[in-house]
């Protein structure tokens, strides 16, 4: 996977552009579905409204 479709970076500053796993920390990002955020490390599952 390409690094930029997961950070921003602008001047000196990086940014994430995708949630992080609240579970597993820094580095691992919830993937996004048409009814949910799912971490496929964890298992956790976060419905949108």
Known sequence: MAVHTYY???GDA???RK???PRCGNGVF???H???LSCGRCG???FKK
């Open 34 to 36: 048409a009814n949910r």
């Open 14 to 16: 990086i940014k994430g």
């Open 44 to 46: 956790y599952t976060e």
């Open 8 to 10: 921003q970076i602008s």
């Open 19 to 21: 949630q992080v796993c």
């Open 30 to 32: 919830l993937a996004e």
